[in-house]
């Protein structure tokens, strides 16, 4: 396995912000320099122990969607070598994980769309038949398919606190209701087109979240990380099955070990910190990433 990076220390660029994965250092007064650990979040927590070759195998995988995705709407890459903004002696901590990116207002709302029904979205329909205030038909199962993709917006959580999700309306209260309206079409369209293109390649996106900024010019941007197995729900399709968890290519095993975990002998509070992650479930984890992009890029 890669040497893990569990987080970046460069001395040539102020630090902004550590972010759950991301360090986002500032490069003049209009760029970013965003730099992907190997860190992994779980429940909004971050894990004590890395993921080998993860920020790599993610920057990778965000720069393929980027790339794909760009008639759709512009995003926040400015096409520059990140190595050229840092000193000679930090380009290793960079190379191969980092993003030159442009400095936007980020919109204080998620964009999450559902093409199945999973997670927290399973759990609440369940209760109401619903999913952020969009009313499902009855019958549904963990896992079906939706009848087509839905805008399930959510909050974001300071650090070691949980997102929360929320309904349209409220997301509209935020940030205006044409601009929700346009995240809302926009992030439907971009889950859709790479919803399909996966499947050609035996993936099944349950879900993700996109996540929007605004430029100087008012331009709505695409930002952050996009369709990673930390943003994103990846399911094989040949393990793909209606009312089961499939198993799947993304951050689930991790989730699915923690459900599992006990904290002196009482069930994981899902609070920080988080138990120590076996090092066979750090393999697993850095392997199913692994799996993931190669069955996405060849």
């Known amino acids: 396995m ?8 460069l001395h040539s660029l102020p630090l902004l912000a550590r972010g759950k994965v991301r360090d986002n250092y500032a490069v003049g007064a ?10 992994l979040s779980a429940f909004d927590v971050v894990m004590g122990e890395p993921i080998p070759g993860k920020g790599e195998l993610l920057t990778r995988m965000a720069l393929f969607w980027f790339e794909r995705l760009k008639h759709v ?30 400095r936007l207002a980020p919109l204080p709302i998620e964009a999450v769309v559902r093409g199945y029904l999973a997670g927290s979205g399973w759990k609440e329909y ?36 949980h997102d929360e999700n929320i309904r349209f309306d409220q997301a509209a209260a935020l940030i205006g209701p044409e601009l929700a309206a346009r995240v809302r079409d926009i992030a439907i369209r971009l889950y859709s087109e790479a919803a399909a293109y996966a499947l050609t390649k035996g993936i099944v996106i349950a879900d993700t979240k996109f996540e929007f900024g605004l430029d100087a010019d008012g331009t709505l941007t695409l930002m952050d990380e996009v369709l990673t197995p930390d943003s994103s729900r990846y399911w094989p399709v040949e393990s793909y099955r209606e009312g089961d968890n499939p198993p799947s290519y993304d951050k689930q095993f991790v989730r699915d070990w923690l459900e599992a975990a006990r904290v002196e002998g009482r069930p994981w509070n899902k609070r920080a910190p988080a138990p120590a992650l076996p090092a066979e479930v750090v393999e697993k984890t850095a392997a199913k990433y692994r799996e993931a992009l190669t069955r996405l890029m060849g």
């Open 126 to 161: 369940q209760e109401s038949q619903s999913v952020c205030g969009v009313a499902l038909p009855p019958g549904l199962r963990n896992a079906s398919k939706l009848p087509q993709p839905i805008f399930t917006p959510a909050t974001k959580a300071e650090a070691g606190a």
């Open 2 to 9: 890669p040497e893990a990076l569990l987080q970046s220390n």
């Open 73 to 102: 709407v512009p995003n926040h890459l400015t096409g520059e070598d990140p190595e050229t903004v840092v000193a000679p002696d930090e380009r290793a901590q960079v190379r191969g994980r980092s993003m030159l990116v442009k």
């Open 30 to 39: 209009d760029r970013l320099l965003m730099v992907a650990s190997d860190r």
